[in-house]
């Protein structure tokens, strides 16, 4: 696991010292190992949670600076890709929201203790704890959780004005980005950017939304209305 995260660090331009790239392996095995007993991911191998764990989520840094920020990842799961993050940055001030108790008590009380890892833990639905979280974070992460309409009217709220809002995406992004226009104007945000990145030669997107108005009130609306009706 570690020659091939030093590899994709490389090839990604991204430099970490050794005991960032130990404690990133750490994570990455106490995956593979707590996978062993309770359904985490379905990627396995140390070499493929190098690549699409570990490496897929670092490419946020070459995204937006992250020094200082507050980040919070929307339907974490494993801790993707919030905990690579905050191994690499220190200074990010982490907020980790899924709706999975099993997944999120792991994060909590076993993977980021061990790693001496201070986050903090919103469990539940995203849609609700947009009313008490609204408008809250620099940046706003989430990958493989929805389509980017549906995706956009759960991330957007929690972004302030002036922040970000970064979905990790396969490829289909390009359609995803067209069917979303009209819910990232309706939800307070501006399209700004897509960026690309090889891994385990496969192209991953970052798109890259900038909120640049506030949220309507209305937004979010409850689950089933946001998947029937996408805006
Ligand atoms: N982001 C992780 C990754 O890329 O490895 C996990 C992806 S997993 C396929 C999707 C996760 O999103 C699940 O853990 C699920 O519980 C969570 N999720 C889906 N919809 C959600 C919602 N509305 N609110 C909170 N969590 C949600």
Known sequence: MDQTLSAGLERLGLSLDPQVRADLVRFGQAVIEKNKVMNLTAITQPDQ??????LDSLTLLKVLPLEGKSLLDVGTGAG???VPLKLAV????????????????????????????EARFLTGRAEDFAQTHRERFDVVASRAVARLDVLCELCLPFVHQGGYFLAMKGAGAAEELKEASRAI?????????????DIGGVTHRVVVIHKTRLTPAQYPRA?????????
């Open 223 to 231: 689950w089933a209305r946001m998947k029937q009706k996408p805006l």
């Open 49 to 54: 949670v190098a690549e699409l764990h570990l």
């Open 90 to 117: 220190p200074s990010l001030r982490l907020t980790l929201l899924d709706s999975l108790q099993k997944r999120m008590r792991w994060l909590q009380e076993e993977a980021l203790p061990e790693l001496s890892v």
């Open 80 to 82: 993707f890709p919030g």
């Open 185 to 197: 104007q309706l939800l307070g945000g501006s399209f700004e950017r897509t960026e690309a990145f």
